[in-house]
C-alpha cells in the first residue's frame, strides 16, 4: 500500500514538474509584440498584411490625399525610395509576412514620433531582414552599435533621409525608430516589471473581435493621445472623456470611417449615457448653417439620462436663490427626447447655442418666467425682456441656472437668454449670437433645409445616444488660427485637401460596459487648384455709361437674386434673375449709399429704400413710388440706415448729411421730436448707426475729429459721452455687440495709425499705435458688408498691406506708384472671405482670399465696386461687376 502511494506520488510528482517546466517555458514563449509597446503610447496601429493594405490604398482617394500634406508626404516619399532601393515585390512580400505595429509617442512639447514594432514568422530569417535592410543603409555614414540593458541596439543613416535610425533585433521582433529612446523605452517595457506595457494596461481590446477586411485597426490611449493633438493645434478636449478606445479602420474614396469600442470608467464623461437608449435626431431644422460643432445627446428616459450625469457635474456655485427655488428634477418633466449644444463662432470666440427638445416648450418657458418673479429683491434691470421677430427673448435669472438644470453640457453657460421656437427652447450666453440664430431659423437657413447637410446626416446613426457633428465648411479656418506654425504651413500650402474633409462625426452608443463608437469623415473632391478659374455666365449691354454698383435684391415673390443698377442719365433698371431687364424708370440725381429692402405695408412683400442728394424713396417692386415718397429733407444727403427697433416692421429712417446733421423719420418720412436735424460740429464718419444692446437702443456717431457720442432714441447723450479722443478719423468704424453696454466693444482707427477699442460705458479699452511702414502710410478700416468682421489697410506709395486687430499681417501686395486702390472686404461667415483690390482707374480688379491667394487667374474687368451673393452658402457665388456700360456676372464654383 505505502509502494502503491509512494509511485503515485512519484507519478503525481512527474507530472507536476513535467506542468511546471511548461509553464515556465510557455510563459517565456507567450510573450507577444504588444509586450513591447510602452503604457505611454497615444495610439498604435496594427496590421498583419500591411503591405497587401498599402498596395490598396494607393487606389484610394481619401488616403492619397492625406499623403499630399507636407508632413505626412515624407512617408509616401520614404515608401516610394524604399521600392526603388529594395524592389517593389520584395518589400511588399517582406512586409506582408510579419505582423506590425506602429506606436505614436509625445517626443517633446509640440513634437512626436513613431516607434515600428515588427513579428517576422517562420518564413522569414535575420538574413533576410538584413538582406532587406542593406540597400536602405546610407554608405557614407557609419554603422553604431551600442548596448542597453543587455540588448544591441543598431544606428544607421538610411540613404533616403537625413535622420538616423535606431532599431533593434531580438529573437523574431524588429523594433526601430527615429528617435533612439522610444527603442529603449521599448526594450524597458519588455524587460523591467515596473514598466507596464499597453497590451496589459488597455487588455480589454484584447477580447473585441476584430475584422479582418479592413485597412488595420487602431488604439487610442485617451490621457496620452489628448497630450499629443496639442503638437497639431491647441485645443480644450475634455481630458477626461474616456479611458481607451479600439477601432477598426476603413478608407474608401469618399470617406474615411472607424468603427469599434470606447472604455470608460464612472469618473469618466462617457458614462452619462451608460444604460441609455437614444433616440432619433430630429433637431437639424433648428441647427443654424453657422454652427461649427454640435454635441447632440439624444434619450427615452430623460431622468435616466440626467441622473447619469451625477458622478461628472461640475463643482456648481451656487446662489441663495438656487438653494431655494432649483430643483432639477422638477424641470426634466417638460424635456421630449433630444438635448444639443450648437457651437457659434463670433469676432474669434466660440459661443455655446443649448437647444433643449420640449414636449411643451411653452411649460418650460413659464417655469424659467416663474424663477425670475420667485425673487423678491431682483434688481430692475435684471428683468430683461425683448421682441425680436415673433420672438419673445429674455433673460436667465439666476447664475449657472442652465448648468443646475441639465448638466455638464451647459457648463458653459454660467448666464444666458432664452426664447423658444416651436418645440425647442434655445438658450445663449450671448444676446446678439441668439439673435442671428433665430433669425437663421426662420429664414430656414438650417442643417435641415441644407442639401449637403441633410446627405451627411443621413450616412450617419441618427439615434445614437451621444453624436459630435463637425462642419468642415464653418471649422477650417477657426482651427488654422489654433495650429501649430508647422501644421499651419501645411495647410496653406494644402488648404484645398484640408477642406475637402467637409463633416465628421464621432457617435457612441452603451453596450454592456462597453459603448460602441463609430467614426465618419466624409471626404468631397478637392480642387484641383485654388485659383480655378471664374466662369463667365451673363453680361448685359446698356446704351449708357453705368454709373452705380451693382445692388442685389431679392425678388420676394421666389427668393431669387435681381439686380439694380443706374446709368448717366440717372436711369435705374431692374435685372431679373433671367438677366432681362424687367423695368426702368427715370431719378433726377444719382443714388447714395445703399438700397435697402423693407416689408413697408408688413405683407411679406418687399420694397427699395434709398437716397439720393436731397431726398428719401420708397418705390415698390415695379418701380413705382410708393405713396406720399419721395420725401425732400435737406441737401447733401450722405448715409442711410434702416432701423427696425423690435423687428415688427414699425421702420426708422436714419439720415446723414454731409455737413454734420443726422434726421431720423417714422416709416412714411416724417421727422422725429429731436431728429430734424440734430447736428454735430463736425462731419459724421460712415452713417448713424442703430443698435440694440440688452433690450436698449442706442445710435452711434463718430465724427471726424475724433469725437464718439451715443445716443438715445430721444436724442439724449449717454453717460461717458461724447468722448473726444483729439485725434482725425477718416475710415469706417467697428461696433462688435455684447448682451450689454460694457461687454460691447467699438473700433476705431485715427488717421496716424492708432487704434482704439472702446466699451460703451465710455471707458478706453485699448489704445495700440500700428507699425508704421513708411511716413506716408495712410490708415483704412474696412467693415464687411454686414459689419460683421473688419480688417486693417496700410497703404504706402508702392504697397498695401492689410492687417487684423493685432498688427499681424494677412498679406501685402505691391502697386504701382501712386495707384489707386479701393479695397473691399466680403465675409463668407466661417469659410474663406474675401478682399476685393478695385484698380478703378485702371478699369480692373483683382480678387483674393485672406491668405494673399488670387482666386482668379487673371484681372477681371471692372470700373464700380463689385457685389458677391450666395455668401455664406453652400451654393455656387456670382460676382457682380460693371465695366462701363456692361453688366458681368462671374460664378465661383463651390
Request: aromatic residues 12%; charged residues 20%; proline residues 3%.
Amino acid at each position: 500500500m505505502k509502494k502503491s502511494l509512494v509511485i503515485l506520488f512519484g507519478v503525481i510528482t512527474f507530472f507536476i514538474s513535467i506542468y511546471f517546466i511548461w509553464s515556465l517555458w510557455d510563459q517565456e514563449s507567450t510573450h507577444d509584440l504588444w509586450d513591447f509597446v510602452p503604457r505611454n503610447s497615444a495610439l498604435v496601429y496594427e496590421s498583419n498584411q500591411l503591405g497587401t493594405t498599402l498596395l490598396r490604398l494607393q487606389d484610394i482617394e481619401s488616403f492619397q490625399s492625406l499623403t499630399q500634406i507636407p508632413s505626412l508626404r515624407k512617408l509616401s516619399d520614404h515608401i516610394i525610395k524604399i521600392e526603388h532601393l529594395t524592389g517593389l515585390n520584395s518589400f511588399y512580400s517582406f512586409i506582408d509576412k510579419t505582423s506590425g505595429l506602429i506606436s505614436l509617442h509625445n517626443t517633446g512639447k509640440n513634437e512626436f514620433d513613431f516607434l515600428y514594432l515588427g513579428v517576422m514568422n517562420d518564413l522569414i530569417t535575420t538574413d533576410e531582414i538584413l538582406k532587406l535592410i542593406e540597400p536602405l543603409i546610407s554608405k557614407v555614414k557609419e554603422k553604431k552599435y551600442r548596448n542597453y540593458l543587455g540588448f544591441e541596439l543598431n544606428e544607421i543613416s538610411l540613404s533616403f533621409t537625413n535622420s538616423r535610425l535606431t532599431y533593434l533585433i531580438y529573437d523574431h521582433y524588429f523594433i526601430a525608430s527615429f528617435t533612439p529612446y522610444l527603442v529603449e523605452d521599448a526594450i524597458r517595457t519588455f524587460e523591467d516589471e515596473n514598466y507596464k506595457s499597453f497590451g496589459k494596461v488597455f487588455n480589454q481590446h484584447k477580447q473585441i473581435t476584430k475584422i479582418k477586411q479592413d485597412e488595420g485597426n487602431v488604439y487610442i490611449n485617451y490621457e496620452s493621445f489628448i497630450k499629443i493633438t496639442q503638437a497639431f493645434a491647441t485645443n480644450d478636449l475634455d481630458k477626461m472623456f474616456l479611458n481607451s478606445v479600439f477601432l477598426d479602420l476603413n478608407f474608401e474614396n469618399n470617406h474615411i470611417s472607424l468603427s469599434g469600442f470606447s472604455f470608460a470608467d464612472s469618473s469618466n464623461t462617457l458614462q452619462m449615457i451608460k444604460g441609455i437608449t437614444g433616440a432619433p435626431l430630429d433637431m437639424s431644422e433648428v441647427i443654424s448653417n453657422s454652427t461649427l460643432i454640435l454635441q447632440h445627446f439624444s434619450f427615452q428616459d430623460p431622468y435616466l439620462w440626467r441622473g447619469q450625469q451625477k458622478n461628472i457635474d461640475q463643482p456648481v456655485k451656487k446662489t441663495p436663490y438656487s438653494e431655494l427655488f432649483v430643483i432639477p428634477r422638477n424641470v426634466l418633466k417638460f424635456l421630449d427626447k433630444e438635448i444639443g449644444l450648437a457651437i457659434q463662432l463670433r469676432n474669434g470666440q466660440k459661443i455655446p447655442i443649448l437647444i433643449i427638445e420640449c414636449k411643451n416648450s411653452e411649460g418650460l418657458i413659464h417655469y424659467l418666467d416663474t424663477l425670475a418673479k420667485q425673487m423678491s429683491n431682483q434688481r430692475s434691470e435684471q428683468f430683461f425682456v425683448e421682441r425680436y421677430n415673433q420672438h419673445i427673448i429674455q433673460k436667465l435669472s439666476i447664475k449657472n441656472l442652465p448648468n443646475l438644470l441639465f448638466g455638464n453640457i451647459a457648463k458653459d453657460l454660467p448666464e444666458g437668454y432664452y426664447s423658444s421656437f416651436e418645440n425647442y427652447v434655445i438658450i445663449s450666453p450671448n444676446l446678439p449670437v441668439l439673435k442671428e440664430f433665430l433669425s437663421d431659423i426662420l429664414n430656414e437657413n438650417t442643417w435641415g433645409k441644407t442639401l449637403d447637410k441633410k446627405k451627411f446626416l443621413g450616412k450617419i446613426n441618427k439615434s445614437s445616444p451621444h453624436s459630435i457633428i463637425v462642419d468642415g465648411a464653418e471649422s477650417w479656418d477657426h482651427l488654422f488660427e489654433l495650429m501649430q506654425p508647422q501644421w499651419q504651413n501645411d495647410f496653406t500650402v494644402s488648404e484645398m485637401i484640408f477642406k475637402s474633409f467637409g463633416h465628421l462625426s464621432i457617435q457612441f452608443s452603451s453596450i454592456d460596459d462597453k459603448y460602441f463608437t463609430s467614426i465618419f469623415i466624409e471626404k468631397n473632391s478637392a480642387s484641383s487648384e485654388r485659383n480655378s478659374p471664374l466662369i463667365k455666365t451673363n453680361a448685359l449691354e446698356f446704351d449708357a455709361q453705368l454709373i452705380s454698383k451693382p445692388y442685389i435684391v431679392t425678388d420676394h415673390r421666389n427668393e431669387n437674386n435681381e439686380v439694380i443698377v443706374q446709368d448717366n442719365k440717372k436711369k435705374i433698371y431692374l435685372i431679373g434673375a433671367d438677366f432681362e431687364i424687367s423695368w426702368q424708370r427715370a431719378l433726377f440725381l444719382p443714388i447714395l449709399g445703399t438700397i435697402h429692402q423693407i416689408d413697408f405695408y408688413k405683407n411679406n412683400k418687399l420694397q427699395y429704400a434709398f437716397i439720393t442728394n436731397d431726398s428719401l424713396y420708397v418705390i415698390d417692386r415695379n418701380g413705382q413710388n410708393v405713396a406720399d415718397f419721395p420725401k425732400y429733407l435737406a441737401p447733401h444727403l450722405k448715409s442711410l440706415e434702416i432701423v427696425d427697433y423690435d423687428q415688427r416692421k414699425n421702420y426708422r429712417f436714419s439720415i446723414t448729411t454731409e455737413q454734420g446733421d443726422a434726421y431720423i423719420t417714422d416709416k412714411f418720412g416724417n421727422l422725429l421730436e429731436g431728429w430734424s436735424p440734430y447736428s454735430f460740429e463736425k462731419d459724421i464718419i460712415g452713417s448713424m448707426r442703430h443698435f440694440r444692446i440688452g433690450g436698449t437702443d442706442v445710435y452711434a456717431v463718430v465724427l471726424s475729429n475724433g469725437e464718439i457720442i451715443l445716443l438715445s432714441r430721444r436724442a439724449r447723450i449717454y453717460n461717458g459721452f461724447p468722448l473726444k479722443l483729439n485725434l482725425n478719423i477718416d475710415s469706417d468704424y467697428h461696433l462688435e455687440i455684447g448682451s450689454n453696454f460694457k461687454s460691447s466693444r467699438w473700433t476705431l482707427l485715427s488717421e496716424n495709425g492708432t487704434l482704439f477699442q472702446i466699451n460703451l460705458k465710455g471707458e478706453i479699452l485699448h489704445k495700440k499705435q500700428l507699425y508704421k511702414p513708411a511716413a506716408d502710410t495712410q490708415f483704412s478700416l474696412i467693415n464687411d458688408s454686414e459689419n460683421k468682421k473688419y480688417v486693417i489697410g496700410k497703404k504706402t506709395k508702392n504697397k498695401i498691406t492689410l492687417v487684423n486687430n493685432q498688427d499681424e499681417i494677412y498679406f501685402e501686395k505691391n502697386l504701382l506708384p501712386d495707384e489707386k486702390v479701393f479695397v473691399q472686404l466680403f465675409t463668407n461667415d466661417n469659410q474663406d472671405d474675401y478682399i476685393v483690390f478695385n484698380h478703378i482707374d485702371d478699369g480692373h480688379i483683382r480678387l483674393f482670399d485672406l491668405k494673399g491667394n488670387l482666386l482668379s487667374n487673371s484681372t477681371l474687368p471692372s470700373t464700380r465696386p463689385i457685389e458677391i451673393d450666395n455668401l455664406g452658402k453652400s451654393a455656387p457665388q456670382n460676382i457682380y461687376m460693371i465695366n462701363g456700360n456692361i453688366l458681368h456676372t462671374y460664378t465661383k464654383p463651390n
